[in-house]
């Protein structure tokens, strides 16, 4: 079984149709119908599909049992009875929780294709190897820009030669719109028309176009790694965008060079970082928090669980604590992973955290972990609030081998579903409800003229700053700051996957 938070940020909103669970059928005839009137026919009230009804007792059995919420939908969850409801995928993001009409979970969702999202957050999807922002044309209603925020090592984008700042306006030679500003992410081929700043610092005229093939190479989220001399001090920094897997074996070599280079303090860029697995989290924060803290097992991160689950696993003597390490082990069909990080612990004496509203449930759980033991200075602006975790699962991880019920044409089926809320080893979580506040505020500007890594920067130069560098002028951004929020990339952001927990002992 896996876990994990999800989120979405895109600038379009989407308004999905609103579907009842019961299909509408013509009235019953009169007994008083008159010979020679039309009589209505009688209504024939069609059951859903039989793999329709099992995705419905799917949904009903998981919500019911795993569910963070469970007690407050219970009521709710009949809704998803399976001789009636037609259309479970929209019931249960209709049903999750709502706190005084506000949708506090946004997060839960049944899918009928669940090996698309497992490959995405390992970072495995078709993709172009770069993330976007995107903006409104204030003077063409309806078409929008699109600026390059970074691109992965290696993937077509850095290969067509596409960079940070850049600025896209076009998509297969069309303006981009609602219909098609996906595609910059999703499509397997795409053409982009690139334009720069006017001399004025406004969107120019395309000036070239760039085509890309996507692939399924793995993304590395190492972005960049280096060290700075700041007042005689070294300084290290980190720009990663995901918590994926293959990352916990690429990190601990990072980490002995920040060593190496006897590094005191770590400026930690997760600007764009969504989240991952717990794993990674769990193995990064033990290379940052004190060595004495993680040679003694201190407890990293502790989670709050439905009534269901908590008595299902204090019966099982399950601890639902989390815990520093200099061991790591992770081992599944795909991975087979054993890290030893107790050399790649550089002993940082301040961290500090470039933040976006980008930046969400494992970059928050990292920070709300490492607080009681490390000095975190955050800069940016305020995370996302993304203070609960999900589970993603299968109806085989739900139901086992020897369960009564029939699975058999949901296989590729699966839920993400809230399961629990993290803390810190206090029970203290800074990003719940609203995300947590910076102490220095910083805007993210890719029209800077900057790439990340360079000091002038200017979420980079905020955190030099504030590590003690003395710039010796002020500083020149280019062009405009427009209006821009994260475009959704295709691995999704917001994610906390967990994969350390035993099934609950069911009756299914």
């Known amino acids: 079984m896996k876990f994990l938070n999800l989120r979405h940020i895109a600038l ?6 609103l579907f009842s669970c019961v299909e509408k059928v013509n009235p019953e005839p009169s007994p008083n119908d008159q010979p020679g009137k039309e009589t209505p ?5 069609s059951k859903p599909s039989a793999e329709i009804q099992q995705a419905d007792q799917f949904a009903q059995n998981l919500l019911g049992t795993y569910y ?62 770069y993330d976007l922002m995107s903006g409104a044309i204030s003077n063409k209603q309806g078409c929008y820009f699109l600026i390059v925020c970074y ?3 290696g993937k077509p984008a850095e290969k067509a030669g596409l960079k940070r700042g850049d600025i896209i306006m076009t998509i297969d030679g069309n303006d981009i719109t609602a219909s098609n500003i996906y595609d910059a992410f999703y499509a397997e081929n795409v053409t982009l028309g690139i334009a720069h700043l006017t001399a004025d610092g406004y969107l120019g005229p395309v000036e070239k176009t760039v085509s890309m093939t996507a692939d399924k190479v793995w993304e590395d989220p190492v972005i960049v790694n280096k060290t700075f001399d700041v007042g005689g001090k070294k300084v290290g920094y980190l720009a990663y965008s995901a918590f994926d897997l293959n990352s916990s074996t690429t990190l601990p070599d990072v980490f002995r060079e920040f060593k190496f280079e006897g590094i005191e303090e770590l400026i930690i860029d997760l600007r764009y970082n969504g989240g991952g697995y717990a794993f ?16 003694a097992g201190d407890v990293f991160q502790t989670e709050v669980y439905n009534s269901i689950l908590a008595d299902a696993w204090k019966q099982q003597n399950y601890d639902t604590n989390t815990y520093l390490s200099t061991k790591h082990v992770y081992k599944d069909s795909t991975h087979d992973i054993d890290e030893d990080v107790s050399d790649a612990n550089p002993g940082i004496k301040n961290l500090y955290a470039i933040v976006t509203k980008g930046s969400a449930s494992a970059s928050e759980g990292l920070i709300v ?22 589970l993603m699962m299968s109806p085989e991880d739900l139901y086992g081998t020897n369960s009564p019920y029939d699975y058999s044409k949901i296989t590729k089926w699966g839920m993400y579903v809230m399961v629990s809320k993290f803390a810190d080893k206090n029970g203290d979580n800074a990003a719940q409800p609203d995300g947590i506040p910076v102490q220095i505020e910083s805007k993210d500007n890719p029209l800077d003229g900057s790439q990340l890594g360079d000091e002038n920067e200017t979420m980079l130069r905020a955190a030099l700053t504030a590590a003690g560098k003395v710039y010796t002028r002020s500083s020149v ?5 427009f209006e821009t929020e994260l475009l959704e990339h295709s691995v999704p952001r917001g994610i906390l996957i967990k994969t350390d927990i035993p099934q609950v002992v069911n009756n299914f």
């Open 477 to 481: 951004e280019t062009g405009r700051q």
């Open 280 to 295: 990674t989290e769990c193995l990064l924060a033990s290379m940052i928090a004190p060595s004495s803290n993680v040679a």
């Open 12 to 17: 379009i909103a989407l308004f999905p149709l």
């Open 68 to 129: 963070l919420w469970t007690k407050e939908i219970n009521s709710d969850i009949a809704k998803l009875t399976p001789d009636t409801c037609k259309s479970p995928i929209p019931v249960v993001k209709e049903i999750r929780y709502h706190q005084g009409g506000k949708e506090v979970d946004h997060w839960t969702e049944l899918m009928s294709d669940l090996s698309s999202m497992t490959s995405s957050v390992q970072g495995l999807g078709l993709s172009f190897g």
């Open 151 to 153: 691109v992965n090592k």
């Open 41 to 45: 026919e009688t209504p024939v009230v």
């Open 369 to 390: 972990g490492l607080s009681p033991y490390v000095d975190i200075t955050l800069i940016g602006q305020q995370t996302y609030g993304k203070y609960c975790a999900g």
